[in-house]
């Protein structure tokens, strides 16, 4: 390990006698709704952060008081598949406890909001009670895996969820602080009986991001993820998965040594394999991963300072046994596949489109109730999808009609009223909850697409699919550098626009232009949409144009993410 100081993170992991700290006394004080620094950072590996409503905080500072401090909780879905059980729990926890809604992550996990700390311990009880749980939802550890929610390749999917589910069970952290907080577990005198066999006392240095996708549907965004398997068929048997390495997204404004990065694909490996190929991933992580600057801590910056195929080596000397050459695959797209579709079963399966991911009631759009009358008939299961949306999969032909119903009544949205570039956009949280946001997005992004729409219909252009994303602030939770168009919050309505990502997620965009205000932004685009509707070749997507025509320059690899800036 490096002699210079270690992140402050490390300390905190180094006392916290895994993951304990003194979080469950913290949490029986009633005197304030807040804990302290280290048990902020020790509590997200309980799948928790605390934030406060920043649309109330210049009131309460007028005031004089305390910040309106709530918990956002995560609760994880791995490989995105929940029981109809599972979402009326969610469901019923966000009115108990919460803002009232809940969120589909682009991470295919729930998320509840504005849970105060007197109710924390007792709304992680309940996501226990239903069969979920929240342990490394965050913190510096594997996170939820995501998973292809493909219902319509049924076997061959049934398969690689199981993939995802072994590799997210296998990397849960072994602490028993989990339960001794929260589920009132037994506890474990000292911490010499303790070990984190595959983590050690300290953890990784970072967030830790696993995905695994069948071609031709990249909606799990494999180029985004620290590592990703990639399902190789062939004569429509699985054989085993490519294995990615080294994507991420997070940058700083202003700080050039940090930038968003595009996985690289090394090897391959049999399905047997790919539990032993995730842990090792872990270790060479573990044991080289950056751990004196948080900032340089992915395991993105770990394969860009040495390169892939120093990571493939250290890889194989892990393994003990080398990974196999990368086979043939195609990714086509990033996106959902909307509406009814039927397998080879018989059963169907419908995705509806979520608007920011976000279940909610509104006045004349009771969506958060139709879901949930779904749920309580439903006999299928619920598919988050990493776009934010959601698949009512596994319909019998029975129940089929009921369901359409539903739909029909509650004026769920199946996408055929929608433009496709409303249907292929993503929003993170943003405001008012997420304490880094520096501008809007998930409450701002619907009305801008308003906007954009007017200009692509004047142009002919809504039917055409186009990847959209918006975040609030540069750490890219909605993957905005692998959108064809994106935007970064730089201040108060105020935006980064990038241009130029790869159709299927599979390549880094470009910055267009700096700091725009809101209003500018539809002239700043509507002439390169006319542009693109005239000039463009057959079939040619709209990130891969702007590159042709010379409107953006290509980023190869993220190194070079923030040269060559018209
Ligand atoms: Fe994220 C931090 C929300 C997916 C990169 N992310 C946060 C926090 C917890 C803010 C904080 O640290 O205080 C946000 C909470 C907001 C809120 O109020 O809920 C937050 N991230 C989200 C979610 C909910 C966005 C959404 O609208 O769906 C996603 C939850 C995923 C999940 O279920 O686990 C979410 N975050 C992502 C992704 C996309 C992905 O994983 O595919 C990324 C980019 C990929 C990556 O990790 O490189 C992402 N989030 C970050 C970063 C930057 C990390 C970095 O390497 O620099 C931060 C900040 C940090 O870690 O310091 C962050
Ligand atoms: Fe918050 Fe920034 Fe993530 Fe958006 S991208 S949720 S603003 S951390």
């Avoid at 339960?179 to 070990?195: N, R």
Wanted: aromatic share 8%; hydrophobic share 35%; glycine share 8%.
């Amino acid at each position: 390990m490096s002699e210079q100081k270690l992140a402050a993170n490390e300390y905190i992991k180094i006392r916290s006698n895994y993951l304990r700290g003194n979080l469950a006394e913290e949490l029986a004080d009633v005197s304030t709704g807040s804990i302290s620094e280290d048990n902020q950072q020790l509590i997200k590996f309980h799948g928790s952060y605390m934030q406060d409503d920043r649309d109330l905080r210049a009131d309460r500072r007028k005031h004089r008081l305390e910040k309106a401090y709530s918990f956002m909780i995560r609760i994880r879905v791995p490989g995105g598949v929940s029981t109809p059980a599972q979402w009326l729990a969610t469901d019923e926890l966000c009115e108990k406890y919460g803002n009232h809604d809940f969120k589909l992550t682009t991470r295919q996990a729930y998320q509840l909001h504005g849970v105060i700390k007197s109710n924390l311990k007792r709304t992680i009880k309940e996501i226990n009670q239903a069969a979920m749980d929240t342990i490394a939802a965050c913190g510096d550890v594997n996170r939820n895996v995501m998973c292809n929610p493909n219902p319509f390749l049924s076997e061959i999917h049934a398969e690689v969820l199981k993939v995802s589910q072994q590799i997210s069970e296998h990397l849960t952290p072994n602490t028993g602080a989990y339960h001794e907080i929260w589920l009132d577990g037994e506890k474990v005198e000292s911490s010499e009986k303790e070990e984190e066999p595959i983590y050690g006392k300290t953890y990784l240095p970072r967030k830790f991001k696993i995905t695994v996708a069948v071609p031709p549907s990249n909606d799990v965004d494999i180029y985004a993820n620290c590592l990703s398997f990639i399902a190789i068929v062939e004569k429509n048997k699985l054989v085993g998965f490519n294995v990615a390495v080294g994507g991420g997204m997070g940058m700083t404004h202003g700080a050039e040594e940090t930038y968003p990065r595009i996985a690289d694909v090394i090897g391959f490996c049999t399905t047997e394999q790919v539990k032993q190929v995730a842990e090792e991933v872990v270790k060479v992580q573990r044991d080289f991963g950056c751990r004196t600057d948080r900032k340089h801590a992915r395991l993105k910056y770990t394969v860009q300072d040495n390169g892939p195929a120093w990571f493939l080596e250290k890889l194989n000397t892990y393994l003990g046994w080398p990974l196999q050459a990368v086979r043939p695959f195609v990714f086509e797209t990033n996106g959902d596949r909307y509406g009814w579709v039927t397998d080879e079963t018989g059963n169907s399966h419908l995705t509806l489109f979520i608007e920011g991911g976000r279940v909610i009631d509104r006045p004349g759009f009771p969506m958060r109730t139709g879901l949930k009358e779904i749920a309580k008939i439903h006999t299928g299961d619920f598919r988050l999808t990493a776009n934010q949306n959601v698949i009512i999969a596994n319909v019998s032909p029975e129940q089929r009609p009921l369901i359409e119903s539903l739909v029909e009544k509650y004026g769920l949205e199946d996408g055929k009223k929608r433009s496709a570039l409303r249907l292929n956009a993503l929003a993170c949280v943003a405001l008012p909850t997420c304490a880094l946001s520096l501008a809007e997005a998930e409450r701002f992004l619907p009305t801008l697409i308003t906007e954009l729409e007017q200009s692509l219909e004047e142009v002919g252009l809504r039917h055409d699919a186009i990847t959209i994303r918006m975040t609030g602030c540069p750490n890219g939770c909605a993957r905005p550098y692998i959108a064809e168009i994106g935007f970064v919050g730089r201040g108060p309505d105020r935006y980064n626009v990038y241009l130029g990502g790869g159709h299927a997620g599979q390549r880094l965009s470009k910055l267009f232009k700096a700091d725009v205000p809101s209003p500018e932004i539809k002239p700043l685009l509507a002439p390169i949409f006319s542009r693109y509707a005239k000039e463009r070749e057959s079939g040619e997507k709209f990130g891969d144009f702007v590159i042709r025509a010379g409107i953006i320059a290509a980023t190869i690899q993220g190194d070079d993410f923030h040269k060559n800036i018209k």
